[in-house]
Structure formats: structure tokens, C-alpha cells
Nanobody, 122 residues
Framework: QVQLVESGGGLAQPGGSLRLSCVAS????????MSWARQAPGKGLEWVSG????????YIKDSVKGRFTISRDNAKNTVYLQMNSLKPEDTALYYC???????????????WGQGTQVTVSS
């Protein structure tokens, strides 16, 4: 029933920007925290950023602070990840995640989307 559909990935040059979107359905979106995680080739899943259910609190991985911004539009059941100043090491499959309550605690998500690929290369 829960469905998370990511989009917005693609190819970007270093220093470029992409905006990822995740449209959620099957649950009361405004009641749950959301986050983004990524998996680079040959690596495990890595938490990137989270946002509380009402959008008032955001959390971001140190390596992307100042470059990535998470936001949400509860009226549209959508969470976003704006990625600026992209680096090759940002290349990964990016997943949207639903959490179990209103706080996006790492490791406590219960649903994931299919992912959207981000490739950063010259």
C-alpha cells in the first residue's frame, strides 16, 4: 500500500545541480518523517538527509552540508532533495524513505522507494 516514487535523477557535471522528488502514497504523509539515503557503486546504503513530519527540523550528512537541502510539501505528498555543487562522489542511487514516526532517525525507516540514479561526471 505504501508507495514512494523517486524522480529527478540523471547526469550532472561536477558543480552542477539536480533536484530529486519523491511522491508518496498509501499513508498520511504529513504524519511521518522522511529521508533520503543513497547507495554508491560497491558501497552500502548511506543516510543523506532527513526531515521531520512538519518540515520544521532537517538533518543532513556532514559531507553534503551546504550543498544539499531537503524540503517537503505535505499538500503534494512530496519530499525533495535539492543537490547543488555536485561532486563525483555524490554518484549513487538515491532512495526516498518513510520513517516510523515524525522524527527521521537514521536506521528507523520502514519503507523505501525504487530509487533514482544520480551520476556526476565530467
Amino acid at each position: 500500500q505504501v508507495q514512494l516514487v523517486e524522480s529527478g535523477g540523471g547526469l550532472a557535471q561536477p558543480g552542477g545541480s539536480l533536484r530529486l522528488s519523491c511522491v508518496a502514497s498509501g499513508f498520511t504523509f504529513s504524519g511521518y518523517a522522511m529521508s533520503w539515503a543513497r547507495q554508491a557503486p560497491g558501497k552500502g546504503l548511506e543516510w543523506v538527509s532527513g526531515i521531520s513530519s512538519d518540515g520544521s527540523d532537517t538533518y543532513i550528512k556532514d559531507s553534503v552540508k551546504g550543498r544539499f537541502t531537503i524540503s517537503r510539501d505535505n499538500a503534494k505528498n512530496t519530499v525533495y532533495l535539492q543537490m547543488n555543487s555536485l561532486k563525483p562522489e555524490d554518484t549513487a542511487l538515491y532512495y526516498c524513505r518513510k520513517h516510523r514516526d515524525g522524527v527521521p532517525k537514521p536506521g528507523e525507516s520502514d519503507y523505501w522507494g525504487q530509487g533514482t540514479q544520480v551520476t556526476v561526471s565530467s
